[in-house]
């Protein structure tokens, strides 16, 4: 099997698999030397000796963030009786209302709405 074969092409993983996965050093592999490192989609890293993969995240990660953020926010201004948040925004269950604030503490939005 060819080094080229053994990097480039991926396989699928059962969802048991624990991360992150151990590779084996490409020939010539020096981990000082960012050029021995193999070309892969994803995050590598080299530890006890050890060569690690992760699986693609960060880059992919914000990009999908920003699309679906995005979407959401036409589709929320169009539908004000809902808000949208990103990042750990969590979920509101309150019996109460819950007002929409107007950023930096701004007066609320068309009135209070119900949580869901």
């Not at 048991?16 to 592999?29: D, I, N, T």
């Not at 995005?70 to 169009?78: H, N, P, Y």
């Not at 539908?79 to 949208?84: C, K, M, P, S, W």
Request: proline share 10%; charged share 20%.
């Amino acid at each position: 099997m060819s080094t080229l074969s053994r990097y480039g092409e991926a396989i699928s993983l059962p969802r048991a698999v624990r991360f992150p996965v151990e590779m084996l050093p490409p020939k010539g592999f020096d981990a000082d030397t960012l050029e021995t490192w193999p070309k892969v989609v994803g995050r590598l890293e080299y530890v006890d000796g050890r060569l690690l993969f992760m699986p693609p995240c960060g880059d992919f990660q914000q990009d999908t963030v920003t699309d679906v953020a995005i979407t959401l926010g036409a589709w929320v201004r169009r539908h004000r009786e809902f808000v949208l948040g990103t990042n750990e925004a969590g979920c509101v269950s309150a019996t109460p209302p819950v007002r929409r604030m107007q950023p930096f503490g701004g007066a609320p939005i068309s009135g209070p709405m119900t949580a869901a």
